[in-house]
């Protein structure tokens, strides 16, 4: 039997890829996630990524925390639909939260059926937050264990106007290159608000993001269509969902860390110290040199969420680095 060091070693080199069968209105679709650690450990944590994102934006992540944790975990890392390896919706309006939780609670129930959750948590950057706040607030739903510990990486109920219309801005151009570098170079480009990272890091973030054209290159991994039901956002509408939003926070029950890029300019800081004082009343940790959203590469925020999921209950961030 290998020492337990030596385990954790070996679990740490690649995800395996699975599916499931999620139910919508046209018949249903696939749902891909990505599996790191033993497939039995009744600790799991599910992390989602962010609206145009997908899993593999966790490898880092998941290696940090499997190389830290003391006891068995499973880290599980979806491609939320029309993302990733999982298949594009029939009906673009099916691109909303409400959807993505359901499929999310379809994925804990395979997981369980697999083998019994015993510790449950969630780590949601930007829409992966939003969706894990429905999965945690929402009274009564199915879940095979109550969320214990969650983390809302840059985001809250109040989503400031100027940084959906900066999004909208490119969302949905999913363009064609020649090579993963150029493809790489282009994020790059909409994306210095995620802070430092070096060119190593950047291009293992971005291997991940493209796709193979049939003709030759690349383009951008997810369906463009997911930009149809986010141009039907107002200002008018978006402020009329906060209250919403709240309400839902309010209801958390999960020990909750909030971490902030110090320069997003889609969680506001005024935003962020009112989490702290209501519902979970969430531990802030923000980092300079960051906007929407951090990465979880930069040591200091890997240390962040592996502290507040492995340490101890007293351990309590209050500040961060990139």
Avoid at 74 to 86: E, L
Avoid at 130 to 157: H, K, S, Y
Avoid at 222 to 234: E, L, Q, S
């Amino acid at each position: 039997m290998q020492p337990q060091s030596m385990r954790f070693l070996i679990v740490t080199l690649e995800p395996t890829l699975n599916y499931l069968s999620c139910a919508d209105a046209a018949g249903g679709h696939r749902m891909a996630y990505w599996e790191w650690g033993e497939s039995l450990a009744r600790h799991v944590i599910v992390c989602v990524h962010g609206l145009s994102r997908q899993g593999r934006d966790f490898d880092a992540l998941a290696q940090a925390l499997l190389a830290r944790a003391p006891h068995a975990l499973r880290i599980v890392c979806p491609d939320v639909a029309g993302r990733g390896r999982s298949d594009w919706l029939e009906d673009p309006m099916g691109y909303q939260v409400p959807s993505y939780a359901q499929d999310m609670l379809a994925l804990l129930a395979q997981l369980h059926r697999h083998a019994p959750i015993g510790s449950l948590d969630w780590v949601g950057t930007s829409m992966g937050g939003l969706i894990g706040m429905v999965v945690c607030a929402t009274p009564q739903l199915p879940l095979p264990a109550p969320v214990r510990r969650l983390v809302l990486n840059d985001v809250g109920p109040a989503i400031e106007w100027q940084a959906l219309r900066r999004i909208g801005t490119y969302l949905g151009n999913t363009g064609a290159f020649d090579t993963v570098q150029q493809a790489a170079d282009a994020m790059w480009a909409i994306s210095t608000t995620f802070g430092p990272h070096t060119p190593e890091q950047w291009l293992a973030l971005s291997r991940p993001m493209v796709k193979p054209l049939r003709e030759g290159g690349f383009t951008l991994h997810y369906d463009p269509a997911i930009a149809i039901p986010f141009r039907t956002v107002t200002e008018e509408s978006a402020a009329q969902g906060q209250q919403a939003l709240w309400q839902l926070y309010d209801n958390i029950r999960a020990e909750t860390l909030l971490m902030r890029g110090a320069h997003s300019d889609l969680l506001s800081r005024e935003t962020a110290l009112a989490m702290t004082q209501r519902g979970p009343k969430a531990r802030l940790v923000e980092f300079e040199g960051v906007g929407h959203a951090p990465t979880l590469v930069a040591d200091g925020q890997v240390e962040a969420v592996a502290l507040f999921l492995l340490g101890s209950e007293d351990e309590k961030p209050l500040r961060g680095t990139s």
